[in-house]
Structure formats: structure tokens, C-alpha cells
């Protein structure tokens, strides 16, 4: 079975070194040329929780095209870029389809809701899964991550209700590259679920400039975080999508009493990524919460007016 990896940041090359093996090549597919040069040179290095795994440049190939995945298609090709990129992925991939459908399964790996959107037109649902990631990856060389947290298993599935046997082969090759994964039939609940933290805790981190636990120390900014989590199980009521809580307060109960405490000193992703002049996520976050509420007649003013001022603090970047 073989893997290509599209997006070679701090979960591609998680997964990548996770994932490559002697037996046959796995192709990475980035366009930053000192990460190339540096995985052409030293191969790749995973270390942290579960330990050190190398994986040396010979296992590797290295491209920044997306035609090399024509040559010899991939069983499994893996989305690992930030949300904001998944257009221009898919507007990549569309051309080659015809050539790798009928062999090729996307994974895509990202945050959010509604990156399969923009592949759709081109890509049967039969072949389009997720996987929803709660591990923490860091990257502090380019050939080089570190797994800093670990909340639960990879979870592995259809969105369509399709059929998952072939992820349990994808689940069982992490598993072997030790990281712990499993495929789910509940695979929107799922997603839904980091959905609820991400939406809740993410941009309000970005805006006011404080880690996960501070944010619900301090009374006001807690009541946003608890609201931004009703006002989404409002939405999900309406659009029916089902999750693992039977209601906003029972997720609110785990939520500080479980999920808070192991990240209360964890940093925005958006807060870093304004900081460094890159688009944010917001639109696969906040922003899909908004256009689910829209379709389905629930208000979301919270999320809206958090959506609001961080596509604001985007455009203020240099
Ligand atoms: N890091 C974590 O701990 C973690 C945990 C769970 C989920 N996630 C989610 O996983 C996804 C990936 O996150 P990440 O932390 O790996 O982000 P990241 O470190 O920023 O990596 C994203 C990579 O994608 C590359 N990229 C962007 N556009 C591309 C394009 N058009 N073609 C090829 N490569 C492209 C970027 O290259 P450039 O450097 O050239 O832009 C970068 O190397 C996000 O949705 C994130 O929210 C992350």
C-alpha cells in the first residue's frame, strides 16, 4: 500500500514519518525548497511522545508537482495543508483525476468542515475520506517533528457514509509506525467535536492574545466560549448532525472539566499564524459554522461577529 503526502508542514511530515517504510517510496509532495533540501539530506525525524522514528532520504521521494502522482499512482494521498489551501489543491488535483481515480483515495487531514467541497466535482465520494487529527505536532527544523500531545486516536472516515474497510489498513500502518489510530462510522460527529473546541477557543485566542486556559479563567471571555459552543449545537440541532454530547451543557461539563486542564497553556494557531502574515483557518471554523447556521435558519451571532474580526485582523496583516 502505498502513500503520498500533499503539504509538507508539522502533520504531513508527522504522518510521513509515521507512515513510510523500507519496502517502498513515499512520495511528499511541498514547494518550499529548504524543506526539500533538508529531507533530501538528512530524511525525515519524528521524536516526542511515542518515541524517535527516522526515516531516511532513500524511503523518501521528493517532488513539487503534483503530476509525479501520474507516474505511478499513490493507493492513499493525504491533504496535510492548512484549510485555507485546499482550493488551490483541488484545483491542482483536478486535471489528474481521470488518471488516478480509479486507483487513488484522498484522506484529507485538516481541520475544519467542508474541505472535501472543493473536491467533489471532480472526485467520487466512494474514494473522499477524513481523518480527524487531535495529536499535537510541532516542527522545529524543516526534515524534523515533534508529537508535544496526544488526545486521542487518529480517527478514520466517511463523512458520505461510504464504505471504510479500505481505512482499516490505514489505521492499522499508523498503528505499526507507532501512532495510535481507528476508524469511526461516526465520522461528522467526530469532526463536529474538534469543531466545538477549535471553534470555541481558537479565534478568541487569536484576538485577545491569551492561551486556552486563560481564556476561561477570566468570566467574560469564558461566557464568549461557553456561548460560541451553544450557539453551535444550535446549529448542529437544526442541520441535524448528531454528536458525542447529548446537549451544549453536557460538552460544557467535559469541556472544563477534561478538555481544558491538559491544553489550558496551548497557543492559538491562528494567533501564531496572524502573527507570522499568513492566513488564518477561520473560514473552515467559524466561517463554516456561520454558512451551516444560514442554511438551517439557526443564528450564530457570536461566531459571526468572531469571524468578523478575524477576517478584519487578516486584512490588517503587512
Ligand atoms: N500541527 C498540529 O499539531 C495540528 C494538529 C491537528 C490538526 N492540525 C491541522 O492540520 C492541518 C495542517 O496543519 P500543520 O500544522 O501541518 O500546518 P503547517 O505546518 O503550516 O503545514 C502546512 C504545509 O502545507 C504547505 N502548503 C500550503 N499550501 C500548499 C500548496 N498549495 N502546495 C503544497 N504545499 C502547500 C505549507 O507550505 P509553505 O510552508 O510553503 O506554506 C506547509 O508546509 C491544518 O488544518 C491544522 O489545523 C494541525
Not at 217 to 244: G, H, K, M, S, W
Request: net charge negative; charged share 20%.
Amino acid at each position: 500500500m502505498r502513500f503520498a503526502i500533499w503539504g509538507m508542514g508539522a502533520v504531513g511530515i508527522g504522518l510521513a514519518s509515521t507512515l513510510a517504510r523500507a519496502e517502498e517510496r513515499l512520495l511528499l509532495l511541498g514547494r518550499d525548497p529548504e524543506t526539500h533540501e533538508a529531507i533530501a539530506r538528512h530524511g525525515l525525524r519524528r521524536t516526542g511522545l511515542f518515541g524517535e522514528r527516522l526515516v531516511p532520504p532513500d524511503q523518501l521521494r521528493l517532488e513539487t508537482h503534483p503530476t509525479a502522482l501520474v507516474d505511478d499512482p499513490p493507493d492513499w494521498l493525504l491533504v496535510c495543508t492548512k484549510a485555507f489551501a485546499t482550493e488551490s489543491i483541488a484545483q491542482a488535483l483536478a486535471p489528474l483525476a481521470p488518471a488516478l481515480g480509479a486507483r487513488t483515495r484522498l484522506l484529507l487531514c485538516q481541520n475544519g468542515w467542508g474541505n472535501e467541497e472543493p473536491f467533489r466535482p471532480f472526485w467520487p465520494e466512494s474514494q473522499l475520506f477524513h481523518a480527524r487529527v487531535i495529536t499535537g505536532f510541532r516542527r522545529p527544523r524543516p526534515h524534523e517533528v515533534e508529537i508535544t500531545a496526544h488526545a486521542s486516536p487518529i480517527a478514520l472516515g466517511s463523512i458520505f457514509g461510504q464504505d471504510i474497510r479500505s481505512l482499516e489498513a490505514v489505521a492499522a500502518r499508523l498503528a505499526a509506525g507507532g501512532l495510535p489510530a481507528q476508524t469511526t462510522r461516526e465520522m461528522r460527529g467526530v469532526l463536529w467535536g474538534k469543531m466545538l473546541y477549535n471553534c470555541a477557543l481558537n479565534p478568541l485566542g487569536a484576538l485577545a492574545g491569551r492561551r486556552y486556559g486563560e481564556l476561561t479563567e477570566d468570566a467574560t471571555t469564558r461566557t464568549l466560549v461557553d456561548e460560541v459552543i451553544r450557539e453551535i449545537f444550535r446549529v448542529l440541532e437544526a442541520a441535524q448532525i448528531p454528536v458525542e454530547w447529548s446537549s451544549a451543557e453536557a460538552y460544557l461539563e467535559t469541556f472544563h472539566a477534561d478538555l481544558i486542564p491538559p491544553t489550558a497553556a496551548h497557543e492559538s494557531s491562528m494567533l501564531q499564524d496572524l502573527h507570522a502574515g499568513r492566513p488564518t483557518e477561520i473560514e473552515a471554523l467559524c466561517g463554516a459554522v456561520e454558512r451551516l447556521g444560514q442554511a438551517f435558519g439557526a443564528e450564530t451571532p457570536i461566531v459571526s461577529a468572531l469571524a468578523t474580526l478575524v477576517r478584519q485582523a487578516e486584512r490588517r496583516q503587512p
